[in-house]
């Protein structure tokens, strides 16, 4: 009863239940990370969890990256996903949104890694890249302004044209593209600095949050947080608790070094995985 009197209280049912969390732990090389986190509070196939990731190893990370549609790289370690809903729901398909934790390891030789400053510039770089690239959606926007423009028949100088087309163009990029991301910023869970950065646009609710650190000169960590809204009138009611939930489970991770009788076990494991 008190828990359904709290799901009154604060309009929704669902997210991340710390109650149930569970530690994982991985290997990364001569690193051990481990994370708190709740299980998914929906229904998915379970699938087999890898506890080792040989991070520097280029052949490793090309026979294991993903697959994907934007300019996200990585090779996939784990992922939990947690429904938000209403505390009653009258209507099928009424949900809320969805908050997702992602890890997964990233590969770059365009920079190194190692310096932080280096590795907030990339991210953002990669993103305006590929989005204003060949196949980026804001070039697709200025290919059809500039169509539209030049098929117009109303007169106009050179000078005139170009004005409208670049005044069409940026008003379309806002409306319907993605724009230029925030700066990175430094924060900080327990005593290790990590990149924070998000992606998001000015047209829709949803965003992705991403925490980069860095494990080598060509590879980091990244925990991405997917805030998938559905239903954009209800977001206030759970914005708070996927945030504070997000921060919870940053603050669970510690990453420390290996003891040193367990370098021979570490390193036959890491030759089997990469090879």
């Known amino acids: ?48 969890v890898d506890i ?50 992602q890890l997964r390891i990233k590969q770059t030789d365009k920079i190194n890694v190692l310096n932080k400053q280096a590795l907030a510039e990339f991210v953002i770089k990669e993103y305006d890249n590929y989005h204003n690239g060949p196949d980026g959606q804001n070039t697709k926007l200025r290919k059809q302004v500039t169509q539209r423009f030049n098929k117009s028949s109303v007169i106009r100088t050179l000078e005139e044209l170009k004005e409208d087309t670049e005044q069409e163009i940026a008003e379309y990029i806002e409306l319907h593209g993605y724009q230029k991301l925030p700066q990175p910023k430094i924060q900080e869970f327990n005593n290790r600095e990590w990149i924070f950065y998000q992606e998001v646009r000015n047209n829709r609710l949803s965003r992705h949050d991403y925490y980069c650190f860095p494990l080598s000169s060509t590879s980091f960590l990244e925990i991405k947080f997917n805030h998938n809204v559905d239903r954009s009138d209800k977001h206030k009611k759970w914005k708070k608790h996927a945030l504070a939930s997000q921060e919870r489970i940053m603050a669970s991770i510690t990453l420390a070094d290996i003891p040193v009788e367990q370098d021979n076990l570490l390193a036959e494991h890491n030759v089997k995985a990469s090879s």
């Not at 309009?11 to 290997?27: A, E, Q, W």
């Not at 990731?53 to 784990?78: A, C, G, I, N």
């Not at 938000?84 to 908050?99: K, Q, R, T």
Request: with cysteine.
């Open 1 to 48: 009863m008190k828990e359904r009197i709290k799901d009154f209280l604060r309009g929704f049912v669902g997210g991340p239940d710390f109650s149930g969390s569970i530690k994982h732990r991985f290997i990364l090389e001569n690193k051990e990370l481990t994370i708190n986190i709740p299980n998914s509070n929906i229904a998915v196939l379970p699938s087999k």
């Open 52 to 101: 080792s990731f040989p991070h520097t190893s280029t052949t490793w990370f090309k026979q294991h990256v993903e697959e994907s549609y934007d300019q996200h790289l990585y090779v996939h370690m784990l992922t939990k996903n947690w429904m938000y809903v209403p505390v009653v729901s009258i209507l099928p398909s009424s949900e809320y949104g969805m908050l997702t934790c």
